[in-house]
């Protein structure tokens, strides 16, 4: 329930929603001063989620203990409202997912139950240092960092070497300087001002963590050095996300060199496999892409797909293959590439591509197979 700006019918209709609702759980979106406030907080009790401007709410205090059933919240600072507001969800007992955005405060000084919260999502790294001390069960971090500047460096941690966080999300990969993470599995990084690969290579290296799946969304690739040298170092990758976008303050370029990406990933009897476990590859071009060698990219994919006939008997098969937002294919490649992608299916490989593309690819490849 998105509740917000409204009018004296739309606030009548919400009544009545929350009236009909009976005791099913709630999802509360608060963002504006509402009429309806009184009658959301009457129903703390059934919240699930909770998504919330604190300085929207003039005595919140009224909802707590009162939290039984709320697993995610979601809390938007403003410099009106100390991160010291949130004692009133200090007893919370199946909480479990929170994010505080814009807060230059130490987010240790927030009453939270620390020691029951697997999921953090944060846009500062201050106090991280102290909660982290108090979060055994937290395996999941989302750094949001924007600006190094606004970052608080002097507070910048290492994570214990104890850790138990898994999955890692990061939008500043300036921040991977600081951290230390052996048990991490999931590296998701989109970083649109990132120009170097080096810091994330470093920064698994460092870990000496057994690394299953990156996702590179918006992020550099365009020095072959770097890249082969991150996949080198990521022996243990099962699932490789590549996402390309394009960046405008030199004026419009991508931000992925897909022949690179084919180079360092194809298989040959002079090139072994740089990531020996790779099962799933997922691939997002963008439109501004340049003219890349589709050819050089498909037989990538297809030496991966059948190591064996590359020469590399007894290595792991691709189990998927993932390409989105194909850029257009030069009219006399269209036949040629699609046959290519049909085969790759027909050999067992789960082939997702969009469902234009899709559609042509099985109509060529079923119109060929027809063929005496």
Request: negative net charge; charged residues 20%; proline residues 5%.
């Amino acid at each position: 329930m998105d509740v917000g700006f409204a009018g004296s019918e739309l606030l009548a209709n919400l009544v009545e929603c929350l009236e009909r609702s009976g005791s099913q759980a709630l999802s509360i979106r608060y963002s504006h001063h509402s009429e309806l406030l009184g009658q959301v907080l009457e129903c703390s009790e059934r919240w699930k989620y909770l998504r919330i401007r604190l300085d929207m709410i003039d005595d919140f205090s009224l909802v707590k203990g009162k939290l039984p059933r709320l697993e995610t919240l979601e809390i938007h600072m403003t410099r009106k409202v100390s991160v010291k507001h949130c004692n009133v969800f200090e007893v919370a007992p199946m909480l479990r997912h929170i994010c505080i955005y814009n807060t230059s405060e130490s987010l240790s000084v927030a009453k939270i139950p620390w020691d029951q919260i697997q999921s953090l999502d944060v846009n500062s790294v201050i106090g991280l240092d102290s909660i982290f001390a108090s979060a055994p069960q937290l395996s999941k971090l989302s750094l949001r960092l924007l600006s190094v500047s606004q970052l608080g460096w002097d507070h910048i941690f290492a994570i214990p070497a104890h850790s138990n966080i898994t999955t890692l999300n990061i939008e500043s990969v300036a921040a991977l300087e600081k951290l230390e993470i052996p048990s991490l599995d999931t590296l998701n990084i989109s970083d649109d001002a990132c120009d170097s690969l080096e810091p994330i290579t470093h920064f698994i290296t460092r870990s000496s963590c057994f690394l299953q799946t990156i996702n590179l969304s918006w992020t550099y690739v365009q020095r072959e050095s770097e890249f082969r040298a991150l996949m080198e170092n990521i022996p243990s990758l099962l699932n490789l996300t590549i996402q390309a976008s394009e960046r405008g303050q030199y004026g419009i370029r991508p931000t992925v060199d897909w022949d690179i990406v084919a180079r360092v990933l194809t298989i040959s009897p002079s090139q072994p496999r740089s990531v020996p476990r790779l099962r799933n590859i997922a691939f997002v071009f963008h439109r501004s892409d340049p003219r890349f060698d589709f050819s050089l990219l498909l037989g990538m994919l297809e030496s991966q797909a059948m190591p064996e006939i590359a020469g590399n008997g007894g290595m792991c098969r691709l189990a998927s293959i993932s390409l989105y937002d194909l850029p257009d294919l030069p009219q006399g490649q269209v036949f040629t590439v699609l046959s290519r992608l049909y085969n790759l299916r027909s050999s067992g490989i789960q082939l997702n591509l969009d469902p234009t593309m899709f559609h042509r690819m099985m109509y060529i490849g079923e119109t060929y197979h027809r063929l005496p």
